[in-house]
């Protein structure tokens, strides 16, 4: 049975910050120089994709690269978006991506640096 997850209202101002930031990750389509994703993502990101195959930052950061210079005109949604913090400066944000031909959840584990936010890790489960 699926858990009913809400955000705990303390949490809802982090909430608001993180989401804008979360469709770079699998978007990638706003023209946004690689400098931007590299500082995006901390220096020891990995991710595991809706494949089940595990990158490396530095194959991510080439992925999202070649999408700035082929962007998708995909309609992508996103919703159920709960936050958790699971330490000092971190927390995890899990929700469901939309995608015209697929449906995921997708969860990434963030921290607050002195360089501002910072994925940690990020994983997609098709679902449907």
Known sequence: MTPILETDTALLPVLEALRPLEPLIYAANGGLPRAHFERLLAPGFWEVGASGVAYSRAHVLDVLEARQRSPRDEAWSTSGHYLQAVGPAHWLLSYT????????????????????????????????
């Open 97 to 128: 991506l939309h995608q015209p031909t697929r449906v995921s959840k997708r969860a990434t584990l963030w921290t607050q640096t002195e360089q501002g936010w910072q994925m940690v890790y990020h994983q997609g489960t098709v679902v449907l």
